[in-house]
């Protein structure tokens, strides 16, 4: 669906432990992003991509890292998952241009207890 | 950096009625201004985009107008539906190559 593809699509984990969330894409873009969602956040920018191990922070950086070995993979890591990182997080390609053609991920809705 | 305030935060409408959101942005450079519709527990999905150099872009039912000097862009629904009943989103794109996102509206079609 749109080439984009997201896993695992819900998850509960405890806290403390890390969790590393996958984005895969088909579609050979160059720009990758992760999101979260959050009541009343709208989508805050949390990492992206611009290519093959280059990535930047975006607004909500802290406690999270990302990795982007491959074209077509970008992965978000928790890396001792707190409840305030309960939420739901989309990743987004876009492509040719860093605008164009934004398209979101089916999301994952991630529960920390 | 970029600010972009969206309004209303909810917004009901009788079916067949026009809706119409409202998005003011504060970087003068900025060049793409985007809208996305969310169903319930669905993702985001492009409706309708804009670019500066241009002021109004129609497809079928849904509109925008970009009015740069003002900085603000709205979003335009004629004869509403129940299937339109989502949460609505504005972007805007611009000078640092990322976009910027307004906090959502929430169309409700009362029947």
């Known amino acids: 669906d749109a080439g984009i593809t997201q896993s695992p699509r819900h998850k509960v984990t405890e806290t403390g432990t890390p969790v590393t969330l996958r984005c895969h894409q088909t579609?050979?873009?160059?720009?990758m992003y992760w999101y979260r969602q959050d009541p009343g956040h709208g989508l805050r920018l949390i990492h992206y991509?611009?290519?093959?191990?280059?990535?930047d922070k975006g607004e909500v950086s802290d406690g999270y890292s990302v990795s982007r070995s491959k074209t077509e993979d970008f992965l978000l890591t928790l890396e001792s998952a707190t409840s305030s990182q309960t939420s739901v997080y989309f990743c987004?390609?876009?492509?040719?241009?860093?605008?164009?053609?934004?398209?979101f991920g089916s999301g994952t809705r991630l529960t920390v207890v | 950096g970029e600010n972009v305030e969206q309004h209303p935060s909810t917004l009901s409408v009788q079916e067949g009625d026009s809706a119409v959101i409202k998005c003011t942005y504060s970087?003068?450079?900025?060049?793409?201004f985007p809208w996305y519709k969310q169903e319930l527990g669905k993702r985001p999905q492009l409706i309708i985009d804009?670019?500066?150099n241009v002021g109004e872009k129609k497809d079928q039912r849904i509109a925008v107008t970009l009015n740069k000097t003002a900085k603000h862009f709205s979003l335009h629904i004629t004869e509403t539906q129940p299937e339109d009943s989502a949460v609505y989103f504005c972007?805007?794109?611009?000078?640092?190559?990322?976009?910027?996102w307004g906090a959502g509206t929430k169309l409700i079609i009362k029947p």
């Open positions: 972007a805007v794109g611009g000078s640092n190559y990322q976009l910027i």
């Open positions: 579609e050979n873009h160059r720009y």
């Open positions: 970087d003068s450079a900025s060049n793409y």
């Open positions: 991509s611009y290519g093959v191990k280059d990535t």
């Open positions: 804009i670019r500066s």
């Open positions: 987004a390609i876009s492509g040719p241009g860093m605008m164009d053609g934004y398209t």
